[in-house]
T-cell receptor
Framework: DADVTQTPRNRITKTGKRIMLECSQTKGHDRMYWYRQDPGLGLRLIYYSFDVKDINKGEISDGYSVSRQAQAKFSLSLESAIPNQTALYFC????????????FGAGSRLTVL | DAKTTQPNSMESNEEEPVHLPCNHSTISGTDYIHWYRQLPSQGPEYVIHGLTSNVNNRMASLAIAEDRKSSTLILHRATLRDAAVYYCILRDRGQGAQKLVFGQGTRLTINP
């Protein structure tokens, strides 16, 4: 099994729908992150969490919310999806100590029509 | 934040060494140099990182210029599986991974 699992891997939805992308990790890491990737723009940080009670906004948090249900689970929600949220979304984790090395999931491709 | 400059694309042949350059002329003394790569249809994958000295691991080597204004990721013997986008990223020692900025990277093509 992958260290960082994202579900769903692909999702097509309509404008205005609520969408949740889920991330779970088996590495026992405290810190978790959500990024989006658009063609030609690299990765941009949406939200990050240092532990279950800590949630922080990233570079582009507008239109998104997150929930850290447990140490191993970090969900990203789009309350009312819009077409410009069509992108590839990645979850990542790292331990709270040691090298600042991120482990990424395989990504969730979201298309909003 | 200090920025990095990488070529948009590079091409090499299988079983040959590959040298991927990165310029970071505004690097500060506390910036680490990180390299990640992203294989097709996958998330980014950590490759290597360093501060001042050259570093080696099972995946690659990182050569850092004496003035630290540039670095080179070296794949000693490229395979087809090394075809990916390679990101060179700076991170201040006092800041966490949330400060890693993934730019556009270098798209590496490996010819059979």
């Amino acid at each position: 099994d992958a260290d960082v699992t994202q579900t769903p891997r692909n999702r097509i939805t309509k404008t205005g729908k609520r969408i949740m992308l889920e991330c779970s990790q088996t590495k026992g890491h405290d810190r978790m992150y959500w990024y989006r990737q658009d063609p030609g723009l690299g990765l941009r940080l949406i939200y990050y969490s240092f532990d279950v009670k800590d949630i922080n906004k990233g570079e582009i948090s507008d239109g998104y919310s997150v929930s850290r249900q447990a140490q191993a689970k970090f969900s990203l929600s789009l309350e009312s999806a819009i077409p410009n949220q069509t992108a590839l979304y990645f979850c990542a984790t790292r331990p709270s100590s040691g090298a600042n090395v991120l482990t990424f999931g395989a990504g969730s491709r979201l298309t909003v029509l | 934040d200090a920025k990095t400059t990488q070529p948009n694309s590079m091409e090499s042949n299988e079983e040959e060494p590959v040298h991927l350059p990165c310029n970071h002329s505004t690097i500060s003394g506390t910036d680490y140099i990180h390299w990640y790569r992203q294989l097709p249809s996958q998330g980014p994958e950590y490759v290597i990182h360093g501060l001042t000295s050259n570093v080696n691991n099972r995946m690659a080597s990182l050569a850092i210029a004496e003035d630290r204004k540039s670095s080179t990721l070296i794949l000693h013997r490229a395979t087809l599986r090394d075809a990916a986008v390679y990101y060179c990223i700076l991170r201040d020692r006092g800041q966490g991974a949330q400060k890693l900025v993934f730019g556009q990277g270098t798209r590496l093509t490996i010819n059979p």
